[in-house]
């Protein structure tokens, strides 16, 4: 459908240097025909788009005119820090009805493909009549993205008949992107960044309002403002030009001066669909900061009424804040802020500076500040420590030209994304493109002599990839997370695979020996598993026959290690405990935490290949591998509910409520008594001569709680992420599998799922059955949909090397003939997820065979 179709950007570009030229030269208007699409009439004049030929001739739109240094336009949303203009369709769309019935259509088309009743919207219906069809510019975007516009006499319906959906789910995401950005220009921070913008109208005193001027004129971007040096106090006329009483460029407003370009030049944000070239010097400012630079520079205080961030009639008693502010040219402007805030800061800051932008970072220490904020951000602490200390020098950057230089340089840091996220278009492919692209490579640890060129270091780039990750990612599905978080491991050596022979009768001792002394930068290779005296080649069912053996084996073959709790769960012993077991209970590995490292090198290996383990480890455990720990009280009750049960009294309010002696817990101390052990260890220093009483009970109970939870586990948690991390790359704080997943979710994919009878269902469906066993397939099917899950379980095993279902379930499988008569066994080849089934004459005659040789397969051999 539609040979020869380009989609907007990619259009823009294609014509864009026509349109600029007409535009140049005043052209009234110019005809361009744009295939497959038909004729239209550009009108430079009322900037509209007229289809003369094609569909929908007559049809008008408004157009705006892009005013690109480079493409930081593309990037910079619109309304909320807008550099300049977007071309796609959805970025038109201002009305929230019309988004909401967008979610709406392209959700349930998404959700269910084979609802074809779903996949049309009746425009004069009274479910689509108020939203869509009263908006052009959703239906011209359904249009885009691939919907029939069809009129049947006086309805018109928008409906989608094209059989692959799956590019709606972009759709889908831009809509929903766009709908959160024209919420939050309603919201606080969006009025921050107006005022930062336009200034805030009543506080000129009656200027006049601001109007909007379309032209066929390229407007300057340059500042009217000229400031001087704030030593220079008696503003000499050498001295740029200003006099001492205000120079050009100044206003007078109610009898003061102003700083600003004459208001009703300025061009206010954009409101519903204004096309207009939003230029550097629309910034205003209270009348109230232009005093306190004034007052600073001067050297004179501010009187009650002009104190910025306090209104009239203040007792002249409040603490004051001067701070230097640094331009870019050297110049330093002095600024007593009061009881200002962060936000009035940067609106000095902006006046000042005549940025759009401007980054401020304080001089010492190079700490960032911002460039945006909430408004009411206080600059001063009740504990005397604020975001700025008196008379410190904050540096003002010109975050806008930066973004541009470091664009088209190729060395815009992870770091500069961060500081502006929320006035980012991360729907637009490049930038989160960017962004993992430089992760991986820094996780590779292959960005050293880019970062020494970007001027940033590696440990701060990758803090800014966190920080980037959380706020992009943090709410998608766990699918979206799992997929982004393996394209971010480091990548493997496509030419070579690392191997890890492993015996059955040994089987712990030799995995966990071979995984042990594997080099680190080897776990990026391809894993590759071969049971010793067995007859495979891994390409998939012995590496999932192996992680599963594996978790089955830990509790049952090293029970001086690791403990099943009340629950289910499994978690390490207690470090002095596993401190004390002899070599032989450790695989023969000196070291205990060795042990622990390659059992997470386990754990990080099965995450990357999206295998399973088949057990479940403790959340408090993951908790302090995955995170820290910093917990409540509430958070450890809580903890301890989920793995011992809720029988335990530690975990009861009655505990908190109750007197000792009614709970049976007089003539405590504050230590704890290891569990199975006699070893006594202090809570606090010198515990054990410090009693329990009614008012320091809650604090050893949490202290208590703390140390059987986290406290006594603490060295093999370290060593249990050593080797995650020597698998996944990055720190406890960086690696993104630790960043995106929460230690719940982590231990779900560790431990993967049961075959249900939904699961059985899917098993059917992503079948591939060839016709020759298609009768013996259907019994198949019977049988398991009538079997138990140890049955179950079994045949999926035998199938396909796994011991349960990873996350996303079963996403392939076969069912292929095999040679042989009613007395052969079914034979499987695991690594294809195949089973192959003679041609069987009766259904109990499958099933007894399948038990058979489910029951004698405990490894890779020939029946």
């Known amino acids: 459908r539609n040979p020869g179709y380009v989609r907007g950007r990619d259009f823009a570009e294609q014509y864009q240097a026509e349109m600029e030229a007409a535009f140049q030269t005043r052209e009234p208007s110019i005809e361009l025909t744009i295939l497959p699409f038909g004729t239209f009439r550009m009108d430079l004049k009322h900037m509209q788009q007229v289809t003369l030929k094609g569909r929908n001739p007559g049809y008008v739109r408004k157009i705006r005119r892009q005013a690109r240094k480079i493409e930081v336009g593309y990037f910079i949303l619109g309304q909320q820090g807008d550099i300049c203009a977007s071309d796609e369709a959805v970025d038109h769309i201002c009305e929230v009805p019309a988004l909401e ?3 709406k259509l392209l959700g349930r088309i998404v959700e269910d493909p084979e609802d074809f009743g779903g996949r049309s919207a009746n425009l004069e219906d009274d479910e689509w009549s108020d939203s869509l069809g009263n908006c052009e510019e959703a239906v011209e ?43 939050q220009s309603n919201t606080p921070l969006a009025s921050a960044q107006t005022a930062i913008r336009a200034g805030d109208e009543h506080s000129a005193g009656g200027a006049e309002d601001c109007h909007c001027h379309e032209s066929n004129e390229v407007r300057s971007e340059g500042s009217d403002i000229e400031y001087t040096n704030v030593a220079d106090a008696a503003r000499s006329p050498e001295a740029g030009g200003h006099d001492a009483t205000g120079g050009a460029g100044k206003k007078s407003v109610g009898g003061e001066t102003n700083s600003i370009a004459n208001a009703e030049e300025c061009p206010r944000p954009c409101e519903d669909g204004d096309s207009n070239l939003i230029e550097s010097n629309d910034l205003m400012v209270a009348d109230g900061v232009e005093r306190s630079i004034d007052a600073a520079e001067d050297g004179r205080s501010l009187d009650d009424s002009f104190a910025v961030g306090g209104g009239n009639g203040r007792s002249g008693h409040e603490p004051s804040l001067v701070v230097h502010l640094v331009l870019p040219d050297g110049r330093v402007r002095a600024a007593n802020l009061g009881l200002a805030t962060l936000d009035t800061l940067l609106s000095v800051a902006v006046q000042v500076s005549g940025f759009r932008l401007p980054l401020l970072r304080a001089e010492s220490g190079d700490k960032a500040i911002g460039v945006a904020c909430e408004p009411g951000v206080s600059l001063h602490c009740d504990d005397g420590v604020g975001i700025l200390s008196a008379n410190e020098r904050v540096v003002v950057e010109d975050f806008e030209g930066t973004f541009v230089d470091r664009l088209s340089a190729g060395l815009l840091r992870l770091r500069d994304l961060a500081i502006v996220a929320p006035l980012l278009a991360w729907h637009r492919p490049e930038l989160p493109k960017l962004v993992a692209g430089r992760l991986r490579a820094l996780l590779e640890g292959s960005c050293q002599a880019w970062c020494k060129v970007a001027d940033c270091r590696v440990d701060d780039e990758l803090m800014h990839g966190r920080a980037l990750l959380r706020f992009l990612y943090a709410d998608r599905p766990l699918d ?18 690392v191997l890890v022979r492993v015996r059955r009768d040994a089987f712990m001792e030799s995995a966990l020996d071979c995984l042990d002394k594997i080099p680190t930068e080897h776990l990026r290779r391809r894993l590759s598993i071969a049971f010793v005296g067995e007859v495979a080649e891994d390409h998939g069912g012995p590496r999932r026959d192996f992680f599963g053996g594996f978790g089955a084996r830990l509790v049952h073959e090293m029970p001086a290690l690791w403990k099943r709790l009340p629950r289910g769960a499994i978690v390490p012993v207690a470090d002095v405990v596993a401190e004390t077991t002899p070599k032989s209970d450790r695989c023969g590995l000196d070291d205990v935490q060795r042990v622990y490292r390659a059992c997470g090198r386990v754990c990080g290996l099965a995450t990357k290949t999206g295998d399973v383990i088949c057990e479940e480890i403790a959340g408090f455990f993951l908790h302090q591998v995955a995170r820290d720990d910093v917990v409540s009280l509430d958070e450890l009750q809580q903890q301890l509910r989920e793995t011992d049960g ?39 220093p010198g515990g054990r001569n410090i009693p329990v009483t009614e008012d320091n009970k809650a604090e050893w109970l949490q202290l208590h709680l703390h140390n059987k939870l986290y406290g006594s586990l603490r060295k093999a948690a370290d060593a249990f992420r ?81 011991h349960r279902l990873g996350h996303g379930g079963l996403q392939q499988f076969e069912v292929q003939p095999a040679d042989g008569d009613d007395g052969s066994l079914p034979k499987a080849m695991t690594c294809a997820n195949m089973l192959q089934l003679p041609r069987y004459t009766a259904k109990e005659v499958l099933e007894r065979q399948l038990l058979k040789a489910t029951e004698l397969c405990d490894g890779f051999q020939s029946l």
Not at 162 to 176: F, I, W
Request: charged share 30%; hydrophobic share 45%.
């Open 480 to 497: 979206e997370r799992m997929a982004l978080c393996r394209q971010l491991v480091p990548s493997d050596r496509r030419d070579a695979s």
């Open 141 to 183: 975007f359904l249009i885009e993205r691939g919907f029939e516009e069809i009129q049947e006499g006086a309805s018109r319906f928008l409906v989608f008949m094209q059989e692959d959906v799956s590019g709606l789910g972009e759709a889908l995401r831009e809509v929903r992107a766009r709908l959160g950005r024209v919420r």
């Open 101 to 103: 019935a967008l979610l």
């Open 722 to 802: 050593d080797g995650l991390l020597d698998v996944l790359g990055g720190s406890r704080r960086t690696c993104p599998f630790l960043i995106l997943l929460s230690p719940t979710e982590l231990s779900a994919v560790w431990r993967g799922t049961a075959v249900t009878d939904a699961d059985v269902g899917r098993w059917k469906q992503v079948a591939v059955v060839s016709a020759e066993v298609e009768c013996q397939a259907a019994w198949l099917w019977e049988l398991l949909e009538s079997g138990d899950e140890q049955f179950r379980t079994r045949v999926l095993r035998f199938s396909t090397g796994a």
């Open 646 to 684: 809720v029988d335990d009294i530690r975990v009861s309010k009655a505990i908190l409520e109750k007197k000792l002696p009614e709970l049976g817990l007089q003539g405590l101390s504050l230590t704890r008594v290891i569990t199975h052990t006699e070893t006594e260890v202090d809570l606090v």
